[in-house]
Structure formats: structure tokens, C-alpha cells
């Protein structure tokens, strides 16, 4: 506003004048691109940090079983089967911590890369439960396992899901190591 002041004061031309009030207008709107320029770029890193540190902060409806051994077992008829179980620390061979996930699959062995198990109440392939500390275990209604991996008397690694009782649905992924263990069935 002061240099339009100014030049109203020596006025030489109109056109001269325009010009200068032009640049002045350029000037000034620039200037609020600028203010918001720096708005912006002071708004945007503290929006990304809230939304990491809400991220970061919020918690997973439960544990994560992604860790685990398996060996094998034998089926209720006493035929051969697999066990598995799901831990969510590190686990060793005979000694797995609680909680765990234990799955049992009885069909469809051996097991290969790529396979699926949809282990439902009643599908006579094997059973999946929660386990909070030995001989306390919660079946599922239903279950997938897949393995993605499937290395024989190694390991094994894939995902799952399972539903429980009153609707609530447990996901994840996992990696086992074989655990030689002597299972005489029958």
C-alpha cells in the first residue's frame, strides 16, 4: 500500500501506473501463496507424526502366534498326524510357553507347500484351540491353515485364521521349526 501511495503521488501515465499496481497485486498474492506454503509445510510433518504415534500406540486385539515348533503326533484312531503349536515368543523343542495355539491335522498328509487345511467342527482333518496354560484349551468353530512353506522333518511357515465362539476371529502368520520327537501310535 505504500508504494501505491507513492506513485499516486507522481503519477506520469496510466499505463505506468497499472503496470505498478499489477506487480504490487502479483506481489501480494504471492505472498499469501508463500503464507500458505509455510502453513503447510509446518501442518503436514506434525499431522504425519500424530498419525504415527496413534498408529504406534494402538494396540492388537490380542497376541500375535506367530512363532512355534512342530513334531509329530498321533491321530485319535492312533494314525500319524501332525501337531503344531503357536506360540507368541520364541520357541524351543519340548518347552513352548503360554499361551499357544495348538493345531493337530490328521488328513492329508504329509503335507506339501501350498496346502490348505480348513479344519471345521466336525471335518475329521484335525482340531485348532486357544490354549492358555495346559489341559485349558478352547476349540474353534472353524479354521484355516495354509502353508506356504513347507520344508519335511525343518520347517514350515504360512497363515491362518480362526473363528471362535462368539464371533471373534483370530489372524496371522507364522514360522515353525520340526522338533524331532520318537511318537509311537497304535
Sequence with gaps: MLILARLSNKRKSGRYRARVVRVIVLTMSQSKENRWMRVRKNVVPIALLALIAIAASAKADGPTFSHGVMQSSCAPWDGPAIEIR???????????????????????????????????????????????????????????????????????????????????????TFEVKWCEERVFCG
Excluded at 515368543?89 to 507347500?113: D, F, M, N, Q
Excluded at 471335518?123 to 520344508?151: H, M, N, P, W
Design 86 to 172: 503357536l506360540t507368541t515368543e520364541p520357541a524351543r523343542c519340548k518347552r513352548v510357553t503360554e499361551p499357544y495355539i495348538s493345531i493337530a491335522i490328521w488328513r492329508g498328509l504329509p503335507i506339501h507347500a501350498g496346502q490348505i487345511f480348513n479344519l471345521d467342527a466336525g471335518s475329521g482333518a484335525g482340531s485348532v484351540a486357544r490354549c492358555t496354560k495346559e489341559g485349558d484349551c478352547k476349540l474353534t468353530q472353524s479354521a484355516t491353515i495354509v502353508f506356504d512353506k513347507y520344508r519335511e522333518g525343518a520347517s514350515a511357515a504360512g497363515h491362518y485364521e480362526l473363528q471362535f465362539k462368539g464371533g471373534e476371529i483370530l489372524k496371522g
